[in-house]
């Protein structure tokens, strides 16, 4: 059964960063492109950017390249997205999710897990 299971949000204030965590299980991602998404309220899921496993090639939205940056690390079988210069607008919850091909929207991954609450004060 995959999972994937994300950690690390929380409360910061603006200009701070916070690490996200995605620990996936359950089958071999080794083809496999893994994107993070965001939702804020009453919005729908949104690309931030992805990463494919095989040769850890990235892709990020323009609103944070350059303040974001996605990392997986295959011993572990572990995705981060590392959130650095954080501004209230980033304010959502974050979900990591899994699928054959990178792909901007959300319901063309196969997989994704609980989402993780990500609150950015100014």
């Known amino acids: 059964q995959v999972q994937l299971v994300e950690s690390g949000g929380g409360l910061v204030q603006a200009g701070g960063a916070l690490r996200l965590s995605c620990a996936a299980s359950?089958?071999?991602?080794?083809?496999?492109?893994m994107g993070w998404f965001l939702q804020a309220p009453g919005k729908q899921r949104a690309f931030v950017g992805a990463i494919r496993w095989s040769d850890t090639s990235t892709y990020y939205v323009d609103a944070v390249r350059g303040r974001f940056t996605i990392s997986r690390d295959s011993a572990k079988k572990m995705v981060y997205l590392q959130m650095n210069s954080l501004k209230p607008e980033d304010t959502a919850v974050y979900y990591c999710?899994?699928?054959?091909?990178?792909?901007?929207?959300?319901?063309?991954?196969?997989?994704w897990g609980q989402g993780t609450q990500v609150t950015v004060s100014s």
């Open positions: 359950g089958r071999t991602f080794s083809t496999y492109a």
């Open positions: 999710e899994a699928g054959p091909r990178l792909a901007r929207l959300w319901d063309e991954y196969d997989y």
